[in-house]
């Protein structure tokens, strides 16, 4: 298995364009979310999805939108980047069954600046 | 909102010391997981504690819940360069187990320097 995989590993982008991050997992999750990490305070959750087609908000959804259409994907789309939004963006997955519930597991991370 | 502050948020030691990490809570904990992340990396689960006054260990790392279920230590043993990094608690919501790993709360992390 490949885990949770993310692309790319870095970017960087003018204020004002958009893009989409990638995230897949293999593992057949139920379970994913979006993090964004910044110098001093730890991570934060911008947007989860508890299964095909469910998606909601974290603690800091403003500028992000995100879809799951399927169990594998689950793509970050920056709609008009900011300054603010330059940060370490991290997907994560966890499973429904047994053990695995408990354990997110991470994806290598994106790195985004916004000039 | 729940907040998590870790101390210290830096912590130096020689190859071999023990040490300690701190995780306290402004609200009562019902999941505190444990992640470890090198420089670069993401992160790599260490631990998941629930109830009160629980410990669990893995290898030389030792986490515990106190009874009150709201600050957890985590406990290195005879440290080596191979547990420097990053380390990060991060508390699940009420409600059930199964649905607390995926939408977590983070402390902002200690980062461990592991000198030989």
């Known amino acids: 298995n490949a885990g949770v995989t993310q692309t790319p590993k870095f970017q960087v982008l003018k204020t004002g364009q958009s893009m989409t991050l990638q995230c897949a997992q293999d593992?057949?999750?139920?379970?994913m979310s979006w993090y964004r990490q910044d110098p001093g305070m730890g991570l934060r959750l911008i947007h989860y999805?508890?299964?095909?087609?469910?998606?909601d908000q974290g603690e800091v959804p403003n500028g992000y939108n995100v879809s799951r259409s399927t169990t594998e994907d689950f793509p970050l789309r920056l709609l008009s980047a900011a300054p603010s939004q330059t940060s370490v963006y991290f997907c994560?997955?966890?499973?429904?069954?047994?053990?695995?519930?408990?354990?997110?597991?991470f994806g290598p991370g994106t790195r985004l600046t916004v000039t | 909102s729940q907040e998590l502050e870790q101390s210290p948020q830096s912590l130096i030691v020689q190859e071999g010391k023990n040490l300690t990490i701190n995780c306290t809570s402004s609200?009562?904990?019902?999941?505190l997981y444990w992640y470890k992340q090198k420089y670069g990396e993401g992160l790599i689960f260490l631990m998941m504690?629930?109830?009160?006054?629980e410990e669990k260990s893995h290898e030389k790392i030792t986490a515990k819940l106190d009874e009150k279920k709201q600050q957890s230590s985590l406990h290195i043993t005879a440290s080596q360069p191979s547990h420097a990094g990053i380390y990060l608690c991060?508390?699940?919501?009420?409600?059930?187990?199964?649905?607390?790993?995926?939408?977590?709360?983070f402390g902002q992390g200690t980062r461990l320097t592991i000198n030989p």
């Open positions: 994560a997955s966890s499973g429904l069954d047994g053990r695995s519930s408990y354990e997110q597991y």
């Open positions: 991060g508390a699940g919501p009420p409600g059930g187990r199964a649905q607390g790993a995926q939408k977590l709360v």
């Open positions: 504690l629930q109830k009160g006054g």
């Open positions: 999805s508890v299964g095909a087609g469910i998606t």
């Open positions: 609200k009562t904990l019902y999941g």
């Open positions: 593992m057949n999750h139920e379970y």
